[in-house]
């Protein structure tokens, strides 16, 4: 069944103007006291001047606010996948996080070769689509999906994944965002109708995308929120059109966004490339209703 109480976003705020670089991380929105504290990227590999910016404005949030995990929602490396793009594209621009023992977890987009799931700092150990956890009060379990190749096996998976997990939080990430108001891309309707179901039926909290460059938040879709995280070294200027599903979107520079996990609550901070503020706020875990059994119907949309 659906969970009857919506989880939803308290507060946010809203920049739309680009401002020149910083050489200090500005104002951090988050409560720094969780026990989880990860970074999210995405469509970021493409060893620009762009990129190497973000990258290091992660490195001045990091030093204020200690995360130690980041996820990628695809397009990791852009363009050609030899030893040396790999150094260009991801190694060299995250070096300082990399040698403070940050650990990445990816997933793979459309311009992702899959041969990146046996490429070891992207923590994904030979697999398309993954799941993990962390040490968190109720659980946190993270599901990794290959939104390029959503084929049978990998929806049985996911269903006996979701199914068994205990977790209080539950959070996805993958390329193809299921709702975006990119003019580009946008929403992808098949997977919606896909994959929606199964999130709604297993509790699945906070879903986080990529592919359109820009950044984005929804309102709550099923008691679900979803973002859209695809501008850490690519950007699309002036290709977000408000829809009405859309709550916060950011088009007029690179942005990454940071999260923490404190108890029943989420917070999350977008930050632009300059390290300012573009949205921020808090995501309520509603109380979890009982759930159907693997293998029933599909919950019907609506």
């Not at 150094?87 to 403070?100: I, R, S, V």
């Not at 709702?179 to 580009?184: C, D, M």
Request: charged share 20%; hydrophobic share 40%.
């Amino acid at each position: 069944m659906e969970r009857l109480a919506s989880r939803f976003a308290l507060s946010a705020s809203f920049a739309l103007a680009a401002l020149p670089l910083c050489g200090a991380a500005q104002e951090l929105t988050l409560p720094n006291r969780g026990q989880v504290r990860f970074a999210v990227i995405g469509d970021m590999g493409t060893a620009s001047r762009a990129q190497r910016e973000v990258a290091q404005q992660m490195v001045r949030f990091h030093a204020k606010f200690p995360f130690t995990f980041v996820i990628t929602v695809g397009d990791n490396i852009l363009g050609p996948e030899t030893a040396r793009d790999f150094k260009a594209k991801f190694e060299a621009p995250y070096a300082d996080l990399l040698a403070a023992g940050i650990k990445f977890y990816a997933s793979l987009g459309n311009h992702d070769n899959p041969e990146q799931r046996n490429y070891g700092p992207f923590s994904m150990d030979g697999q398309r689509y993954y799941t993990f956890s962390m040490e968190a009060p109720g659980g946190l379990r993270f599901f990794a999906l290959d939104s390029n190749y959503m084929d049978a096996p990998q929806l049985a998976w996911l269903e006996k994944e979701l199914s068994a997990s205990g977790s209080e939080w539950k959070l996805a990430f993958f390329h193809h965002p299921l709702y975006s108001s990119g003019k580009t891309h946008g929403s992808s309707l098949d997977l919606r109708k896909t994959l929606e179901p199964l999130f709604t039926r297993y509790g699945v909290d906070v879903v986080f995308t990529g592919h359109d460059h820009f950044y984005e938040r929804v309102k709550p879709q099923h008691a679900i929120t979803y973002f859209v995280a695809g501008s850490a070294g690519s950007l699309r200027k002036g290709d977000y059109r408000k829809q009405p599903f859309s709550a916060v979107g950011f088009d007029r520079d690179y942005a990454f966004l940071l999260v923490e996990i404190d108890g029943a609550k989420l917070h999350f901070q977008a930050i632009s490339r300059t390290g300012q503020t573009v949205d921020s706020g808090v995501i309520a875990l509603a109380p979890a209703q009982p759930t159907a059994t693997p293998g029933g119907s599909p919950l019907p949309l609506r």
